[in-house]
């Protein structure tokens, strides 16, 4: 009777909980039983280790093998586990040495001739094994991506033969060597493609200076995309901490890229995705679009055209800045602090207001169509501003505008003082801080007080009134918000009907 026990890694959300693989090899008829609350996937590794294992010209026992993957009330899923696998049953059957099993992780898929592939969720699997003080071994094509972990010690390995030279003393892996990627250079559009629109240029800068949420609307083809396009071009660089955040969420859905490393992105789902899709979700729970713009924007273009249901579920994580999905058995908490940019048209047919096309819609109809946004929604957009549609004299006439790079260096300054002050930008700000930064100078107090009782605002519409006219005098390098300030942030809470 032989046993093995050899260590890897599960997902759960951006966590990776260990997972102890244990091999028992006894005499009996063969047989190869896979326990643990395995799904298909892990279960269809025993024919992937069996082939493997033949192909490598190892010995495939035929005894009774049982694979227990433990904690058993943790679901697992994927081809992580072959490579634990396969080792286990190389060490129990006494093929390989197990000497240095208790410094290692294991995490990796094998072909079916021994070569290992990669998996997605490693770069979460490289932070455990870090903290845990182990070294990971991963498949070649994983190991940039892994190696982005700082406090692990990575070993790249080609194929389960590579793997067993290096337990059994003859060829070592070498460790991948950290190599941190420089940021890669902002080659987004720029602001300056932007013709007239000031006030929304305005809105836009003054967005991404405090990371508030933005609504644009007006009729077809006036920039409103093109604004919200070049909002990750206006924001500051991101820090390392970020950029792992966010590299560790792509890792999980499978999309990492070392070329966007430190871009902040973007993200622009259609009209037609589902909750799921937009906030996570699945049997085994996936990241959402609002997790895969973390730290970055996230675009929602023709908002009133989202189902009602799939935009009330952005309430929470706009307010909290994560996003935990419960299913039956299963529970993750995903990183969700996206900023906000939407754009809609004013009616259903796009030309209400319009100075040349008429509007076709009743009132009833452009009612229903805006109704589609609640309340509690809007109450958490902090800038609504319109984009007007501008005569081809004025597009003609307009003078040349600040790039992108001229304005990102103002929203660098402005997000500076914020962290100096107060060691968050200004929108995420919770109610003590508000009243202990934001508070403006008694004319813009008495301004405030007016506008509450004539445009019946709420306390959270309060609040962020103040937390745009702390961004406002940020920029204009106030130590206070003046009545100025406090005027264009109530200007910025104008509600769709203009009032």
Not at 195 to 207: F, I, K, T
Not at 227 to 234: F, V
Not at 287 to 312: K, M
Not at 372 to 380: A, E, I, T, V, Y
Request: positive net charge.
């Amino acid at each position: 009777m032989s046993l093995a026990l050899v260590r890897s890694r599960a997902l759960d959300g951006l966590d990776a909980p260990e997972v102890t693989v244990e091999v028992h090899l006894a005499n009996g008829l063969p047989a190869f039983s896979l326990v643990g609350l395995p799904d298909t996937e892990v279960r269809e590794a025993r024919d992937r280790v069996r082939a493997a294992l033949q192909t490598s010209q190892f010995e495939f026992p035929q005894r009774r093998i049982t694979v227990n993957l433990a904690p058993a009330d943790l679901p697992k899923e994927g081809g992580r586990f072959d490579l634990a696998i396969a080792i286990g049953i190389l060490v129990a059957s006494g093929q390989v040495a197990g000497r240095l099993l208790d410094g290692l992780e294991f995490c990796g898929e094998l072909s079916l001739n021994g070569e290992l592939r990669a998996v997605r969720g490693v770069l979460a699997v490289a932070l455990a094994a870090g903290r845990a003080r182990r070294g990971l071994v991963v498949a070649t094509a994983n190991a940039p991506e892994a190696a982005l972990a700082r406090s692990a010690t990575v070993l790249p390995a080609g194929s389960l033969c590579a793997v067993a030279a290096h337990l059994n003393g003859h060829t070592p892996l070498q460790p991948a060597a950290f190599d941190n990627p420089a940021a890669a250079a902002t080659s987004g559009p720029d602001l300056a493609d932007v013709r007239g629109q000031l006030q929304a240029r305005r809105a836009l800068e003054v967005a991404a200076a405090g990371a508030h949420s933005l609504l644009l609307f007006g009729p077809p083809g006036t920039g409103k995309s093109m604004l919200a396009q070049r909002l990750p071009g206006l924001l500051p660089p991101m820090l390392e901490g970020e950029a792992l955040e966010t590299a560790a969420v792509c890792s999980l859905e499978g999309s990492f890229d070392a070329s966007r490393w430190a871009q902040r992105p973007f993200r622009s789902p259609h009209h037609s995705a589902s909750a799921a899709a937009l906030v996570g979700g699945g049997a085994t729970p996936r990241p959402g679009e609002i997790s895969l713009a973390h730290n970055g924007v996230l675009y929602l273009d023709e908002l009133p055209e989202f189902d009602r249901r799939v935009l009330e579920s952005l309430r929470e994580p706009l307010e909290t800045g994560h996003i935990s999905v419960s299913r039956a058995r299963r529970r993750a908490e995903f990183p969700a602090r996206f900023q906000l940019v939407a754009a809609m048209n004013p009616c259903p047919c796009g030309y209400a207001g319009h100075p040349r096309k008429p509007c076709r819609c009743t009132p009833e109809q452009v009612a229903r169509y805006r109704g589609k946004l609640s309340g509690p929604l809007l109450d958490r957009i902090d800038l609504v501003v319109e984009v007007p549609v501008l005569a081809h004299e004025e597009l003609a006439a307009a003078t040349p505008a600040a790039s992108s790079a001229e304005v990102r260096a103002r929203v660098v300054q402005a997000r500076a003082q914020q962290m100096e002050r107060q060691g968050d930008v200004n929108a995420r700000l919770d109610s003590r801080g508000v009243e202990r930064f934001c508070l403006p100078d008694t004319a813009g107090a008495a301004l405030l007080q007016q506008a509450m009782s004539r445009l019946d605002l709420s306390a959270r519409a309060y609040h962020r009134i103040l937390r745009v006219a702390r961004t406002l005098a940020d920029m204009a390098g106030a130590a206070q918000p003046g009545a100025a300030h406090v005027a264009e942030a109530i200007q910025y809470r104008r509600s769709l009907d203009g009032r």
